[in-house]
């Protein structure tokens, strides 16, 4: 799953811009809209901006209730820890296949898929794992959607944040990895998250299709994907004439390991590409780019973009990534651990 307002946003400004440059039309202040892709658009006393989706949450939900009699309750996060979803499984023992064959997964995930890339970037991890049922639904997989669903629904109000008297005004990108997440494959996940004004602008959470030996090797490839998003983002800045210092955009990692490694020069590997991923970084570390600053891993609002989390640890990361709450990485000090003083 992998979502980017700044991406949408930035490719209709490229074509308007072009338009009014040769003439073709004039462009017009509209106002503010209330409306933008389905979703409503809101507005704080203090300037802030809030997009969300509540009725597409009701739809999905409904529909979810009329194609299933199964009642599933969340205390307020979408997954379950530890648990994973594999399409190599197939039905359970007593499973009613035929049963399963009727619930519309493709339909629901198809909701499903575009809140988490629009204003939902909270699910886009559990989103990605019960897409891929699409064509063998298990008794599994829609439980978990159902879980999903409730979550989304119980939540709905919510939505993305930029603004008002929040802070990073200038692009700062968070990147995470869990390493073997898929133990039929030996495959990782990947996940990062741009924010900007307190909110999140582009995000990702992606399979590692590498058999790595270690933890290292798969934050070093999620990272690298990291550093490219944050450099995107900078570019896109650029484009409006608005990125002109020459300070370096900052990407979080809760891999000191790699953060050790990438500074002085000792990393290394076995795998060329993680290999590469390492020297593309330390390149753009050079160049004055980016930076790379180590911070806790209950800090790291990346982390729900890589495996499920208990509802506690769910729901902090969450508020911070939508701009609900603001994480201060700082306070919680390079090795500590984040508390409820932490997120404000």
């Not at 990147?175 to 999140?200: F, I, L, Q, R």
């Amino acid at each position: 799953m992998c979502g980017d307002v700044s991406r949408i946003l930035g490719g209709v400004y490229d074509r308007v811009y072009g338009y009014v440059k040769n003439g073709g039309f004039k462009a017009r202040d509209e106002g503010q809209p209330e409306q933008v892709l389905g979703g409503a658009v809101s507005y704080g006393e203090n300037g802030e901006i809030t997009w969300s989706h509540e009725m597409m949450c009701e739809k999905l939900f409904d529909l979810v209730q009329q194609a299933t009699s199964k009642t599933m309750y969340t205390k307020g996060s979408p997954g379950v820890k530890g648990k994973y979803l594999s399409t190599d499984d197939g039905p359970e023992e007593g499973e009613n296949v035929e049963q399963v064959k009727q619930f519309p997964i493709r339909e629901v995930n198809g909701l499903l898929c575009y809140l988490a890339n629009t204003s939902r970037p909270d699910v886009a991890f559990e989103v990605s794992q019960t897409a891929r049922f699409n064509d063998c639904p298990t008794a599994m997989a829609i439980a978990a959607i159902v879980r999903i669903a409730e979550y989304l629904n119980k939540t709905k109000t919510r939505g993305i944040t930029w603004g008002g008297d929040r802070a990073m005004d200038q692009p700062v990108t968070f990147g995470d990895a869990s390493h073997c997440w898929e133990p039929n494959k030996g495959w990782g996940t990947g996940g990062h998250v741009v924010m900007m004004y307190g909110g999140a602008i582009a995000w990702r959470s992606k399979s590692i299709k590498l058999i790595v030996r270690g933890t290292r090797d798969s934050e070093a490839h999620a990272m690298c994907a990291a550093v490219e998003a944050a450099l995107w983002a900078r570019e896109w800045l650029r484009s409006f004439g608005y990125l002109e210092e020459a300070k370096p955009s900052t990407v979080y990692t809760d891999s000191s390991c790699l953060v050790d490694g990438l500074g002085d020069g000792s990393f290394n590997s076995s795998r060329r590409a993680i290999l590469i991923a390492g020297l593309l970084m330390r390149q753009e570390i050079k160049n004055g780019e980016i930076e790379m600053v180590h911070i806790s891993g209950s800090c790291n609002i990346a982390d729900i973009l890589t495996k499920s989390e208990v509802p506690d640890v769910h729901g902090r990361l969450a508020t911070a990534m939508i701009g609900e709450a603001r994480i201060n990485v700082l306070s919680a000090g390079k090795f500590g651990k984040a508390t409820a003083n932490d997120f404000k």
